[in-house]
């Protein structure tokens, strides 16, 4: 059973995001205008966004804008709602532990469940544009594989090891109304949101009211 779920990946045709990395983030990033971050309290980052339906040049804007938004931000990554828009989108430029660079978004993303030999944890420090200055430890699987759609309703899938694999995770659950903070103890997130308190943005940030 192991062996066969190991084929069954191995046959998977994964999203090249890798090829033109630096060349495919500049183009977005040129066309697009960087947006404010929305940190954690806005309304917008505590719940499920709305899945992507209309795949059309407003869809293509709001990826360039993300690309430029999370450059802006220093970010390896970026979901919609971190700039205010309710829609299922995230967007990356994040390296593995191997240093190799991936560049690509993902539409309505869904994180695949992997099977019990493939869950091994890796337990390092995380951070979030949305949760400026502050960063804590969270376990999270060393391996992720999301599926979704590209900007022009193609369906894609995309894997990712170590800090890439962190990051895959990370975005998807914004996309669904989860800061990683949510996935700390009380104690933790606590420390976490004292961190943001005492910190200061590198970067706009859209004020809660």
Known sequence: MAQQETE???SIEFFDDVTDAEERERAHRERGT???ITVVGNPVLHKECQDVTEFDDKLAKLIDDMFASQRTAEGVGLAAN??????????YDCQDDEGVRHVGHVCNPVLEELPAE????????????????????????????????????????????????????????HLYGYLYIDRLSKRDRKDALKQMSE?????PVVAND
């Open 34 to 36: 960087s947006r404010p």
């Open 118 to 173: 493939q869950r091994v944890l890796d337990e390092s420090n995380e951070g979030c544009l949305s949760v400026p200055t502050a960063y804590a430890e969270l376990a999270r699987p060393d391996y992720a594989v999301v599926s979704g759609q590209d900007m022009n309703g193609k369906p894609i899938v995309v894997q990712g090891t170590g800090y890439f694999a962190r990051c895959l995770q990370h975005e998807t659950d």
């Open 82 to 91: 971190q700039i205010g828009v309710d829609l299922k989108v995230f967007v």
């Open 199 to 203: 910190g200061t943005p590198r970067y």
């Open 8 to 10: 069954q990946t191995e």
